[in-house]
T-cell receptor, first 113, second 113 residues
């Protein structure tokens, strides 16, 4: 295991639902990330939090709302999603200011119906 | 603009043969380079990285990669492929003084018995 956990592992939601994805890292890192992984496309960086402050937004639609209450936890709140938002959502963490690589969680497979 | 290219969507190799998965990058400063592997329904796992020093870096599971600054490449290699190496491989680059990682679109490696 990488030390990064994500829940739930699978989620099916309708377009009018509201749900949240959770990520937790047990590595003492100070930066956390949300990525979207769609088939045959590069990993899309959605959000970066460094020292609990959002530093990157990459023009993500407002129907995705991140929250980072502390350096160990990261949430992605979802509402009124579209079918094209169906993808694997990956959380990662790293230690800012070092040469360390990112550590990834197992991902949440999201299906929007 | 920073970017990573993996020119092959898929690489097929017979078990026991050497394998190469290609990666080229574009970054304005000195790069940190990474390779990750993703097995089905799993997150990305770190394989190896180049930070500085010897151009040939060794990583997990017998993989190695060669940094070539003049060709801006960082190809992943293994002398003898195993069926269990079959997975999706991602190359990533990061500028040394920034905390943002750029990923390629991935290369599916198929190792046949």
């Amino acid at each position: 295991e990488t030390g990064v956990t994500q829940t739930p592992r699978h989620l099916v939601m309708g377009m009018t639902n509201k749900k949240s994805l959770k990520c937790e890292q047990h590595l003492g890192h100070n930066a956390m990330y949300w990525y979207k992984q769609s088939a045959k496309k590069p990993l899309e960086l959605m959000f970066v939090y460094s020292l609990e402050e959002r530093v990157e937004n990459n023009s993500v639609p407002s129907r995705f709302s991140p929250e980072c209450p502390n350096s160990s936890h990261l949430f992605l709140h979802l509402h009124t999603l579209q079918p094209e938002d169906s993808a694997l959502y990956l959380c990662a963490s790293s230690q800012q200011g070092t040469e360390l690589e990112q550590y990834f969680g197992p991902g949440t497979r999201l299906t929007v119906t | 603009a920073q970017s990573v290219a993996q020119p092959e969507d898929q690489v097929n190799v017979a078990e026991g043969n050497p394998l190469t998965v290609k990666c080229t990058y574009s970054v304005s400063g000195n790069p940190y380079l990474f390779w990750y592997v993703q097995y089905p329904n799993r997150g990305l796992q770190f394989l190896l990285k180049y930070i500085t020093g010897d151009n040939l870096v060794k990583g997990s599971y017998g993989f190695e990669a060669e940094f070539n600054k003049s060709q801006t490449s960082f190809h992943l290699k293994k002398p003898s492929a195993l069926v269990s190496d079959s997975a999706l491989y991602f190359c990533a680059v990061r500028e040394y003084n920034f905390n943002k990682f750029y990923f390629g679109s991935g290369t599916k490696l198929n190792v046949k018995p």
